[in-house]
């Protein structure tokens, strides 16, 4: 057994799960050369997946991918530290728990889109305010919640195991970084959300979402990196 508690044969498929998971989540950067008519610096990225955006399926089917595979990586992790007791570390368990349940909500994501862009479109965000757009709108909010949740338990968990069980070198290096900067970031996000809510304007809801994702895909690549090194060592 391993001291980080996966073994090779284990090791190498979770991080190449997570290493492709990673890759897929920064598929919205392809707004840089693609013509999708939203501002990155006031839009949601889950906006540009809409339903009335003409590059919406491609966007709903990329998020779909990294869902599945992060979700595929996590458990598969999740799994192989349950099934020995000697692997069963608190901060191990909770840090793929978050990964799995990040992995399951950002799939859910993609089959539950937005029917319109609220922060681009003032029809639709008066139609959000009174309640007449569909339900997904709602179910979007719960699972994107629910998506950011996993990504922070698993960045925050998984780094304290990293340092606290001496797993993951670069992980323990690097992690605690990311970990700060992702929490300034979401604290961003948030905000400008609550603004946003009230009427305040966007105060670039966008910019602070996508440096929240980007830093989460960053991390994802770091945990693939990690994991794939000490299978080695």
Not at 26 to 42: D, F, H, M, Q, Y
Not at 166 to 190: H, I, K, M, Q
Request: aromatic residues 10%.
């Amino acid at each position: 057994m391993s001291p980080h508690g996966l073994s090779p044969r284990t090791a190498w498929p979770v991080a190449l799960l997570i290493g492709l998971a990673g890759t897929a989540y920064t598929a919205w950067v392809l707004e840089v050369v693609l013509s999708t008519g939203l501002n990155p610096i006031e839009t949601y990225v889950s906006e540009l997946a809409a339903q009335d955006q003409p590059l919406g399926g491609l966007f709903r089917a990329t998020d779909f991918t990294a869902g599945m595979l992060a979700f595929a990586g996590g458990l598969l992790a999740l799994i192989r530290l349950l099934k020995y007791a000697e692997s069963r570390r608190l901060w191990a368990v909770v840090g793929w728990a978050g990964v799995t349940l990040f992995g399951a909500a950002t799939a859910a994501d993609a089959w539950l889109p937005l029917s319109c862009t609220p922060t681009a479109d003032p029809e639709c965000a008066a139609r959000e305010t009174a309640g007449l757009v569909p339900a997904t709108h709602q179910a979007h909010a719960v699972s994107s919640t629910l998506a950011m949740t996993g990504a922070l338990v698993g960045l925050v968990a998984l780094t304290v195991a990293a340092r606290r069980y001496g797993w993951f070198a670069p992980l323990a290096r690097y992690g605690p970084v990311l970990v700060a900067l992702e929490l300034l970031a979401t604290a961003w996000t948030l905000s400008a959300i609550a603004m946003f809510t009230a009427g305040r304007g966007t105060w670039a809801l966008g910019a602070g979402q996508r440096l929240q994702v980007l830093l989460v895909a960053i991390w994802l690549g770091l945990l693939a990196y990690s994991v794939h090194k000490e299978r080695r060592t």
